[in-house]
C-alpha cells in the first residue's frame, strides 16, 4: 500500500512500518521549518471504537511523559478519514540491539545504554503508565553529539496504573511474548503494575549481554498460550554466563570470514578453524565476566513473583551501577559474608588479579621443577680446545701410548712444554 500524499496538514514523505492497530509514516511539518516528524495514524480496516479508545488512551499515557529519553508528541487530531493521529518526534536511529551489534559496543558501554532505557522506563512508572511492549525495536538509539542516546517509543499498548485495559479488542493478551511478564501472559489478569516493565528490562538485559533470549519462540509462541504460560511461570531461565558458555562449546557456528584464503585450500581451512577456535575462546571469556554479580542483576530482574523482582527500574538501574562501581549488589543482599566474600572474588579486576597470580605460581612452580631436574654439564665435545688440553693432559699421563690420539698441532704444544720444563 503506498502511503498518501498527506495527511492532515502534514505532507507524508514515505512509511516507516505498521503494527496491529497503526501505521506509520515519514511526514513534514507545515511552516518554514518543515520538521521531519513520526505521524501515527489508526488503521482504516481496524478503525472501531475500541480501537479508537485504545488510540486516545495512548495519547493521554504520553501526555503525561516530558523526559529527554521518550519520544515527545508535538500534535494530535484526526486525518479527512475521520482517522484519529499523532505527530511525534521523528528518531533517526536503529533499534537497541542492532545499534550495539553494528557499533560492536562492550559490556560496559552496553549497560550505560541500558541504563538509559531503565531512566525513560522508570519516568513513565513513576507517572502511573506501564509501557507493557518493551523489545529492541521499541527503543531506538540515535547519536547526540557523537554519543549513543536512548528514545523510548510505541506506548500503543500501554496502560494507565490500575486501568482495566489488558486485553485487546478480542479478549486475548496483548505483547510481545518473548518479553512479556508472566502476569501479562495471565488472561485472567486485568492490570499490570510497573513490576511487569521490570520483567522486560530483564528480558532486553539478558538480550543484551548473552546475545540471546531467556525462552525461544519454540517455547512461547509455538506452545499455544498454556504453554506459553507454564514457560513463563514454571521454568528457571538459563543463566546468561551459562548460555554463552554452551554456545561457545560448539553450539553456535561461526560465520565464513571474508577475504580468507581459497575456498577448500588447507590454508582456507586452517584459516577458519582457528577463526571458530578463536570466537569460542572470546565467548567462553565473554561467559565467565557475566558469571557471578551481573547475572544476579539479570535473573532478579526476571524473577516469576514480581515482589521477588526490582520494586522499579531505578532499583535495577543502580544495581548496575553498584557493579560498574565494583559495590556489593542489592540482587546479593542478605548473603552476610558469604555474600561479600562471593562478591569481592567475582569482581572482573579481582577475579582477572586471581587469574593471572595463579598462571603466573603455576608457570613458577613448572620453571622451578624442569630446572631441578636439568642433566648435568655434557662432557667436552671432540675436537673442541677443552676436548684438545684433556687430550694432551692424557698423552703427558700415558706416554707414547697416547701419541695416536694427538694431531700435529697438539704435539708442537707439547714440545714447547717439554723444552720449558728444567732438565731433571
Same mark, same amino acid.
Given at each position: 500500500?503506498?502511503?498518501?500524499?498527506?495527511?492532515?496538514?502534514?505532507?507524508?514523505?514515505?512509511?516507516?512500518?505498521?503494527?496491529?492497530?497503526?501505521?506509520?509514516?515519514?511526514?513534514?511539518?507545515?511552516?518554514?521549518?518543515? *520538521?521531519?516528524?513520526?505521524?501515527?495514524?489508526?488503521?482504516?480496516?481496524?478503525?472501531?471504537?475500541?480501537?479508537? *479508545?485504545? #488510540?486516545?488512551?495512548?495519547?493521554?499515557?504520553?501526555?503525561?511523559?516530558?523526559?529527554?529519553?521518550?519520544?515527545?508528541?508535538?500534535?494530535?487530531?484526526?486525518?479527512?478519514?475521520?482517522?484519529?493521529? $499523532?505527530?511525534?518526534?521523528?528518531?533517526?536511529?536503529?533499534?537497541?540491539?542492532?545499534?550495539?551489534?553494528?557499533?560492536?559496543?562492550? /559490556?560496559?558501554?552496553?549497560?550505560? /545504554? #541500558? %541504563?538509559?532505557? $531503565?531512566?525513560?522506563? *522508570?519516568?513513565?512508572?513513576?507517572?502511573?503508565?506501564?509501557?507493557?511492549?518493551?523489545?529492541?525495536?521499541?527503543?531506538?538509539?540515535?547519536?547526540?553529539?557523537?554519543?549513543?542516546?536512548?528514545?523510548?517509543?510505541?506506548?500503543?499498548?500501554?496502560?494507565?496504573?490500575?486501568?482495566?485495559?489488558?486485553?485487546?479488542?478480542?479478549?486475548?493478551?496483548?505483547?510481545?511474548?518473548?518479553?512479556?511478564?508472566?502476569?501479562?501472559?495471565?488472561?485472567?489478569?486485568?492490570?499490570?503494575?510497573?513490576?511487569?516493565?521490570?520483567?522486560?528490562?530483564?528480558?532486553?538485559?539478558? %538480550?543484551?549481554?548473552?546475545?540471546?533470549?531467556? #525462552?525461544?519462540?519454540?517455547?512461547?509462541?509455538?506452545?499455544?498460550?498454556?504453554?506459553?504460560?507454564?514457560?513463563?511461570?514454571?521454568?528457571?531461565?538459563?543463566?546468561?554466563?551459562?548460555?554463552?558458555?554452551?554456545?561457545?562449546?560448539?553450539?553456535?557456528?561461526?560465520?565464513?570470514?571474508?577475504?580468507?584464503?581459497?575456498?577448500?585450500?588447507?590454508?582456507?581451512?586452517?584459516?577458519?578453524?582457528?577463526?571458530? %577456535?578463536?570466537?569460542?575462546?572470546?565467548?567462553?571469556? !565473554?561467559?565467565?565476566?557475566?558469571?557471578?554479580?551481573?547475572?544476579?542483576?539479570?535473573?532478579?530482574?526476571?524473577?516469576?513473583?514480581?515482589?521477588?523482582?526490582?520494586?522499579?527500574?531505578?532499583?535495577?538501574?543502580?544495581? /548496575?551501577?553498584?557493579?560498574?562501581?565494583?559495590?556489593?549488589?542489592?540482587?546479593?543482599?542478605?548473603?552476610?559474608?558469604?555474600?561479600?566474600?562471593? !562478591?569481592?572474588?567475582?569482581?572482573?579486576?579481582?577475579?582477572?588479579?586471581?587469574?593471572?597470580?595463579?598462571?603466573?605460581?603455576?608457570?613458577? %612452580?613448572? #620453571?622451578?621443577?624442569?630446572?631441578?631436574?636439568?642433566?648435568?654439564?655434557?662432557?667436552?665435545?671432540?675436537?673442541?680446545?677443552?676436548?684438545?688440553?684433556?687430550?694432551?693432559?692424557?698423552?703427558?699421563?700415558?706416554?707414547?701410548?697416547?701419541? $695416536?690420539?694427538?694431531?700435529?698441532?697438539? *704435539?708442537?704444544?707439547?714440545?714447547?712444554?717439554?723444552?720449558?720444563?728444567?732438565?731433571?
Amino acid at each position: 500500500m503506498e502511503s498518501p500524499a498527506s495527511l492532515a496538514s502534514y505532507q507524508v514523505l514515505t512509511r516507516l512500518g505498521e503494527g496491529s492497530l497503526c501505521e506509520v509514516h515519514l511526514a513534514r511539518a507545515p511552516g518554514e521549518r518543515g *520538521e521531519l516528524i513520526a505521524l501515527k495514524v489508526l488503521k482504516t480496516e481496524v478503525a472501531s471504537p475500541r480501537t479508537r *479508545e485504545l #488510540f486516545a488512551a495512548e495519547l493521554r499515557a504520553l501526555e503525561r511523559l516530558d523526559h529527554p529519553h521518550v519520544a515527545k508528541v508535538l500534535d494530535s487530531g484526526t486525518t479527512e478519514a475521520d482517522l484519529p493521529y $499523532c505527530a511525534m518526534e521523528y528518531v533517526p536511529g536503529q533499534s537497541l540491539t542492532t545499534f550495539c551489534a553494528a557499533a560492536r559496543l562492550g /559490556l560496559h558501554a552496553r549497560i550505560k /545504554l #541500558f %541504563q538509559q532505557v $531503565c531512566e525513560a522506563v *522508570e519516568h513513565a512508572n513513576s507517572r502511573g503508565v506501564v509501557h507493557r511492549d518493551l523489545k529492541p525495536e521499541n527503543v531506538l538509539v540515535t547519536l547526540l553529539e557523537d554519543r549513543p542516546f536512548v528514545k523510548l517509543i510505541d506506548f500503543n499498548l500501554a496502560s494507565l496504573t490500575g486501568a482495566d485495559e489488558l486485553a485487546d479488542v478480542s479478549g486475548s493478551i496483548v505483547g510481545t511474548p518473548a518479553y512479556m511478564s508472566p502476569e501479562q501472559a495471565n488472561p485472567a489478569a486485568r492490570s499490570v503494575d510497573p513490576r511487569s516493565d521490570v520483567y522486560s528490562l530483564g528480558v532486553l538485559l539478558y %538480550q543484551l549481554l548473552a546475545d540471546s533470549l531467556p #525462552f525461544g519462540d519454540a517455547d512461547l509462541v509455538g506452545a499455544g498460550v498454556a504453554g506459553m504460560q507454564r514457560t513463563l511461570n514454571e521454568r528457571i531461565p538459563t543463566a546468561p554466563s551459562d548460555r554463552v558458555m554452551d554456545e561457545s562449546a560448539g553450539g553456535r557456528r561461526s560465520r565464513r570470514i571474508p577475504g580468507a584464503a581459497g575456498k577448500g585450500t588447507r590454508a582456507g581451512r586452517v584459516g577458519a578453524r582457528l577463526a571458530r %577456535q578463536g570466537a569460542r575462546v572470546v565467548r567462553r571469556f !565473554h561467559g565467565l565476566r557475566l558469571r557471578g554479580d551481573l547475572e544476579a542483576v539479570v535473573l532478579r530482574a526476571l524473577e516469576k513473583r514480581p515482589e521477588a523482582r526490582y520494586a522499579s527500574a531505578q532499583a535495577l538501574r543502580d544495581d /548496575l551501577q553498584r557493579y560498574l562501581d565494583g559495590r556489593q549488589l542489592a540482587a546479593r543482599a542478605g548473603n552476610g559474608l558469604t555474600g561479600r566474600v562471593r !562478591h569481592y572474588l567475582t569482581r572482573p579486576d579481582v577475579a582477572f588479579r586471581i587469574a593471572a597470580f595463579v598462571l603466573i605460581s603455576a608457570a613458577a %612452580q613448572l #620453571f622451578g621443577t624442569v630446572k631441578s631436574h636439568a642433566p648435568f654439564p655434557e662432557p667436552p665435545r671432540p675436537g673442541g680446545v677443552d676436548a684438545r688440553l684433556a687430550r694432551i693432559d692424557c698423552a703427558e699421563q700415558d706416554g707414547a701410548s697416547s701419541a $695416536c690420539l694427538l694431531d700435529p698441532a697438539h *704435539e708442537v704444544i707439547l714440545r714447547v712444554r717439554e723444552r720449558k720444563t728444567p732438565a731433571s
